[in-house]
């Protein structure tokens, strides 16, 4: 907290809790978030969104922005994630309205790359409203993935952006380099 403090002349205005999954943490976020915001500063999460009701409400009171990252737009996708899809929706839902939002969706060819996938998911975001920003990121071989993938050709992140702008405002492309 004091680095946070001494750092606001330089144009610190507050602090991100990322790379890892912060909720995991809850308890801890929660009372740092609290003396973030009573010096003044801002909170933001970078999220998988995977997280129950209780510790979110408690939390979102002190957030001012969170990034969540949307995996896929499909419960069979997630559910190969070892994950659901429902419990991320509705933490976007729960969090829309209440501090800055905005999704990440790290495109693989393959898994998340159809047409038809990221115009379900960019309407289900207009629904909720259209100002939304959605990141739609290049997936590049790394991990597991290294052997029968491909990085994203940058043709598909430029069609799918396209798509998505149909229904959302503000649709972003990004590792283009």
């Known amino acids: 907290m004091a680095l946070a403090e001494q750092t606001k002349p330089n144009g610190n205005i507050g602090v991100a809790y990322t790379y890892n999954e912060p909720f995991v943490g809850y308890e801890f976020i929660g009372d740092c978030a609290k003396l973030v915001r009573e010096a003044g500063l801002c ?24 990034n969540i990252d949307l995996k896929c737009f499909s419960e069979g996708g997630y559910k190969k994630l070892g994950g659901s899809l429902e419990p991320v929706k509705e933490t976007i839902a729960r969090a829309y309205g209440r501090c800055h939002l905005e999704i990440t969706t790290l495109i693989i060819p393959g ?45 598909s992140i430029l069609r799918l952006r396209e798509i998505a702008k149909q ?7 990004g590792n283009m380099g």
């Open 43 to 66: 909170n933001v999460l970078v999220t998988n969104g995977y997280v129950n009701r209780e510790p979110l409400e408690e939390l979102l009171p002190y957030i001012n922005a969170m």
């Open 111 to 155: 898994e998340n790359d159809t047409d038809e996938e990221i115009s379900e998911l960019a309407r289900w975001l207009a629904a909720l409203g259209t100002e939304i920003p959605l990141h739609l990121s290049r997936f590049f071989p790394q991990y597991r993935y290294t052997e029968d993938r491909m990085a994203t050709p940058r043709e």
């Open 167 to 173: 229904h959302l405002q503000y649709v972003f492309a």
